[in-house]
């Protein structure tokens, strides 16, 4: 089977062409190529498929061998490869995903995709469409919950996959894993959630480490900087255009107020491609 593998701010995925690879136990694979030592070596797999509704279908599979709806990284490789590698000579085109139908754009130089702009559509915000355990409301704001005895204050959003935004004061120093990996399976989240937390910088940049749901810490989260964007509007720490600094690099974001959508300009990067034994 051959892959390529790419990546957005350090955020790393193996990518199959389905229009020339099968792909029979796509969960199965995603664990084995992702081992980090007796694999590839990757945050999980991500399929390049033919749509019905689109000009392309996506499906994200974590290490952990989990579906993920979205990622806003693996959207912008995706995009680069099938650009880079001829399957489209359209600069605007539409990938569908399970969250839906998203638009990208591209900005190519010398052939080649090297900024990908991402409409990431619109952020939902009700308790359940999150979701989240208990009654359902319009916003979960600042909400106090008890991880192992601490008290956080989280603000949910889905940006088609949940996401949980904490503010802290030294994000380097903070401990992710510990704390991440609790709040992942916290009774609250029935489908498990990502955590992001956030050291403000000014009203329009910010810091960011992300504990995503399967995967574990990864050095960057597309979807995770757009719920970040939208939480600091939620909770007026931060405004619409934000400066989002990733431990893969940095991402711009905005939350539209003429559509209520999130945009997303970043890079990405094609590594390796190679052959993996059936």
Known sequence: MKFTKLHGLGNDYIYVNTFEEKVSHPAELAVKVS???????ADGLI????????????????????????????LRAFSKYVYDHGMTKKETFQVETGAGILTVE??????KAERIRVNMGEPRLRRLEIPMAGDDAEKVVLETINVGGTHFDITAVSMGNPHVVIYVEDVKNFPVEKYGRMIENHELF?????VEFIEIVSPNE????????GSGETLACG?????VTVAGVLT????????????????????????NHVYKVGPAVEVFSGEWPS
């Open 35 to 41: 081992d980090r030592h007796f694999g590839i070596g």
């Open 47 to 74: 399929l390049i498929m033919p749509s019905k509704t689109a000009d392309f279908r996506m499906r994200i599979f974590n290490a952990d061998g989990s579906e993920a709806e979205m990622c806003g990284n693996g």
């Open 106 to 111: 591209l900005f190519p130089k010398k052939g």
């Open 190 to 194: 029935p489908r498990r959630t990502n």
């Open 206 to 213: 910010v810091i960011q480490r992300t504990w995503e749901r």
């Open 223 to 227: 979807t995770g900087a757009s719920a």
């Open 236 to 259: 007026g720490k931060s405004e619409r255009k934000l400066l989002v600094h990733l431990l893969g690099g940095d991402l711009e974001l905005e939350w539209s107020q003429a559509d």
